[in-house]
């Protein structure tokens, strides 16, 4: 998918698809394939309707192949729709169903949905060996994209829990998959986590290339949202140089790109840490502030780890500007109690907090 129109003329092509096939698998993975699509371009109705009839599949159907395929469909439409929770459950439900053989797409499919919805409520253990799942069942289907996005997920979670040797092993794997796919988006994905990995160990010359390969794979993308990743990401590095006012235009681009359709991006909790930032150094603590009362912090779009981040983030502005509530650093003794040192350690390399001292 190259951009929103491409995205969209698949979703009515896929859509059509379902109407006129007579076999049912087929027209099931094809609601699932309409339902990825949509999520796309946020089209959060077409997603809700193809959730409410995969339900009714469920319901309906005495096969259980079927069955479990309209579950995943269901799954993931509720995971991209922000129920995260209900996810998890049609998730677990479903593999537990699903058996080794035809099916396999779809359990490589499940496991990783399965992972996302276990990340983002916390359940790091299992997400992690969910991830692994899917990338065992990718490897023995032979395929190499969809190995290289659960090697990518697998690399996110072992660094915000501050296992970078593991994270790298994880980003390396994605990156050498990404080479033999050649596919562009999954480009620009693996050499941000590569970034994002080299500026935390303080590494920014190596961070900045890997941005520098990212940006050129954007034009060939033609994804608005990737492109806003990457300018978060080359911001996120600046302000790590200690050169904040080279990030502010990265940023005012990317809130500019990004209006009203945050929820699509790959990294939520770095654009929100990011838009506070900017908001606080150039308009004042009284812009944030607004901010906090008008638009709060979009729980079903965030993984825990990422709210945690964000909130942590306002604690240390609070208690910069002296208006630190009672409750002091709610979000930094979460984060510590997690185990999330790999955040931690995000917060203190953008120069605000340092957790430890």
């Known amino acids: 998918m190259e951009n929103d129109e491409s995205i969209q003329a698949a979703l ?3 859509l059509v698809s379902t109407d006129v096939s007579g076999d049912p698998i087929l027209a099931m993975r094809v609601l699932l394939l309409s339902a990825e699509v949509a999520s796309e371009i946020g089209d959060t109705k077409t997603t809700a309707s193809i959730a409410a009839e995969a339900g009714r ?3 309906t159907t005495t096969l259980t192949d079927i069955r479990a395929l309209a579950q995943i469909t269901q799954a993931y439409c509720l995971l991209v729709n922000g129920d995260v929770k209900a996810a998890l ?4 439900e479903c593999l537990a169903v699903l058996k080794t053989g ?12 399965l992972g996302i919805a276990s990340y983002y409520l916390g359940y790091f253990d299992d997400a992690i060996a969910a991830f692994r799942n899917a990338i065992k069942i990718a490897d ?5 994209v969809a190995s290289a996005t659960s090697w990518s997920n697998l690399g996110a979670v072992h660094e915000d829990l ?4 593991e994270a790298e092993k994880c980003y390396n794997t994605a990156f050498e998959l990404e080479a033999l796919a050649s596919n562009p988006r999954r480009a620009i994905e693996v050499h941000l986590n590569l970034a994002s990995l080299r500026m935390l160990s303080g590494q920014l010359d190596a961070a900045r290339k890997c941005i520098d390969v990212a940006k050129r794979h954007v034009e060939s993308a033609q994804l608005w949202w990737l492109a806003t990743d990457v300018l ?3 911001a996120d590095m600046y302000i790590m140089a200690g050169d904040p006012e080279s990030a502010w235009p990265l940023v005012e681009e990317a809130l500019s790109n990004a209006h009203g359709r945050i929820y699509l991006l790959g990294d939520v909790g770095r654009f929100e840490r990011l838009r506070r ?6 308009k004042g603590v009284g812009a944030l502030r607004l901010l906090k009362e008008t638009e709060s912090l979009q729980e079903r779009c965030v993984a825990i780890s990422r709210r945690l981040e964000v909130l942590a983030f306002e604690e240390w502005i609070e208690e910069t500007e002296g208006s630190m509530v009672s409750n002091g650093q709610f979000a930094v003794n979460c984060l510590l109690e997690r185990g999330l040192r790999g955040v931690l350690d995000r917060l203190n390399a953008v120069q605000v907090i340092d957790p430890f001292r």
Do not use: P
């Open 12 to 14: 009515d092509s896929a």
């Open 57 to 59: 599949v469920q319901c």
């Open 89 to 92: 459950t049609q998730f677990r």
């Open 102 to 113: 035809v099916l396999d797409l779809e359990r490589r499919r499940a496991s990783n949905g």
């Open 140 to 144: 023995r289907i032979g395929d190499s």
């Open 162 to 165: 501050g296992c970078y040797d």
């Open 232 to 234: 978060m990401a080359e």
């Open 277 to 282: 930032h900017y908001l606080w150094m150039k």
